[in-house]
Nanobody, 125 residues
Framework: QLQLEESGGGLVQPGGSLRLSCTGS????????IGWFRQVPGKEREGVSC????????NYADSAKGRFTIYRDNSKNTVYLQMNSLKPEDTAAYYC??????????????????WGQGTQVTVSS
């Protein structure tokens, strides 16, 4: 059974950094396009970043550009989201998702078939 698990969330002060991890079990993440999303209560799930398996091409939401970096470590079957210069508005539950192949830009939740349970990120002083 294909499962995704996020980790690395927590409480961080504004300006701080966190690295989120997305680990796959029961399948090889290297065979999938992977996205990171976030959601706050009452709002739609928002695409943050994605990375394609075929060429490693990445996309970022405008809110993430210049601060977040998505990358893979295939030896660990893990995709990371390095988040720097965090702001209070980055506070959300963060989810990773997998798609066999992305047909579109990669930041729409409808593009993904498999989801993790999420990890909470809170940016506050």
């Amino acid at each position: 059974q294909l499962q995704l698990e996020e980790s690395g969330g927590g409480l961080v002060q504004p300006g701080g950094s966190l690295r989120l991890s997305c680990t796959g079990s029961g399948f090889n993440l290297a065979d999938y396009d992977i996205g990171w999303f976030r959601q706050v209560p009452g709002k739609e799930r928002e695409g943050v970043s994605c990375i394609r398996r075929r060429d490693g091409r990445t996309n970022y939401a405008d809110s993430a550009k210049g601060r977040f970096t998505i990358y893979r470590d295939n030896s660990k079957n893990t995709v990371y989201l390095q988040m720097n210069s965090l702001k209070p508005e980055d506070t959300a539950a963060y989810y990773c998702a997998a798609a066999f192949v992305l047909e579109d830009y990669g930041l729409g939740f409808w593009e993904y078939a498999y989801w993790g349970q999420g990890t909470q990120v809170t940016v506050s002083s």
